[in-house]
């Protein structure tokens, strides 16, 4: 086992860092007066995209990228520190063409789309000239399983006809999102994992209605976390992603590198956090002190430092393993990054949020919205409990073959009577 970082990781690192203290750092204030005045996106993000790509810092989370695809194409272990390194940043992502859910929707149309599919959907999309969501989860059912997920697509001669409510789907407020892929059922009758399918759906078609971008945590994002209604909504059958009755199994193949890359992002955000910490608990006296002397503060820098760490080994051997031997495969590591990683966020936050005193709470650092990325992420992409409960079964499974052999560590009761 082995997740060091090579020397062409290593190199991309540095060029990546130097793009972003050059071209994006500067420019936080400048972005937050654009979405604020109701630019978005801003008027320099197509000057960054261009720059980013002519000097290779585009596409890089995608393996098996061919030659005449643009991009660079790393493995999920050699993309997880490039990811964290733009995690720092909520909106540099975007600037590389590697921003969620775009990412996730590229994943699935390089795996299964068809030769039309690809040319003018993949294509667009690799090239950053369109945007796009993921359209799964919905209000009226618990879908952290996608067996509840009640939308229906209905085959109708040469088209498919679907009907549903989605929300918290992200990108659909974005002006670019050319397109949906829709998971419902086109078999509300067979197995419970084969009930599901995708369906491409081009975002101006009849029908798909957007109800309103909702907030989070009271915050509005520019992107969207929107509610759609899908009324009667007709899309031709080569608009199928895969074949019937695939969608559980293209969501789970969706799902595995997309929680790396969320969560090396998170991981970003924490180190941008304690370096916040660290700053202010050597600038800021209390009592006489700086605050970093005070034993409390000191070892919340401590404690995050160490939580940080364990969080970032246990992602990269996630990613890791997926490359090794697949998403299915890693399916407990996910899980476990899925449910550590965005308590470690918010722990790490909290922290430098209470070290900032009430500063922390305001717009003039950007910890308020680290939290509530922080807090989010325990729900997105499945809640918490969702991730422990499958951990669990996991081990359940696993201790069948040697059960009952750890009763050999036992003392019997006869052995410390005392007589």
Known sequence: MNFAYSERTQALMTQLRGFMERYIVPRIPEWHRAVAAGDYPPPFMADLKA????????????????????????????????AEIMGRIHWASE???????????????????????????????????????????????????????????????????????KWFITNAAHPDCAFLIVMGKTDPDADSHRQQSMMIVPFDTPGVELVRNIPVMNHVSAEGHCELLLRNVRVPVENLLGNEGDGFMMAQARLGPGRVHHCMRA????????????????ERKTFGRYLHQHGSISEWIARSRMEIEQARLLVLKTAWMIDQVGARKARREIAMIKAVVPAMLGGVVDRAMQVF???????????????????????????????????????????????????????????????
Do not use: K
Not at 52 to 73: C, I, K, M, Y
Not at 115 to 128: K, S, T, V
Not at 130 to 159: C, K, Y
């Open 51 to 82: 720059l980013a790509r002519e000097e290779g810092l585009w596409n890089l989370f995608l393996p098996g990228l061919r030659e005449d695809e643009p991009g660079t194409g790393l493995s999920n272990l050699e993309y997880a520190p490039l």
């Open 267 to 282: 991981i970003g955000m924490a180190e941008l956090a304690l370096e916040l910490m660290v700053d202010r608990a050597q």
């Open 357 to 419: 005193g009430a500063m922390g709470l305001t717009p003039d650092t950007p910890l308020a919205d680290l939290w509530t990325s922080a807090r989010s992420l325990r729900i997105a992409d499945g809640p918490d409990e969702v991730h422990l409960r499958s951990i669990a079964r996991l081990e359940i499974d696993d201790s069948a073959e040697r059960r009952g052999s750890s009763s050999d560590y036992l003392t019997p009761p006869d052995v410390l009577r005392v007589s």
């Open 95 to 165: 600037v590389f063409n590697c921003n969620a859910p775009d990412t996730g929707n590229m994943e699935l149309l390089h795996l299964f789309a068809t030769d039309a599919q690809y040319q003018r959907w993949l294509l667009p999309l690799l090239n950053g000239e369109i945007r796009s969501a993921f359209a799964m989860t919905e209000p009226d059912v618990p879908s952290s399983d996608a067996s509840n997920i009640q939308t229906l697509i209905r085959r109708d001669g040469d088209h498919y006809v679907i009907n549903g409510r």
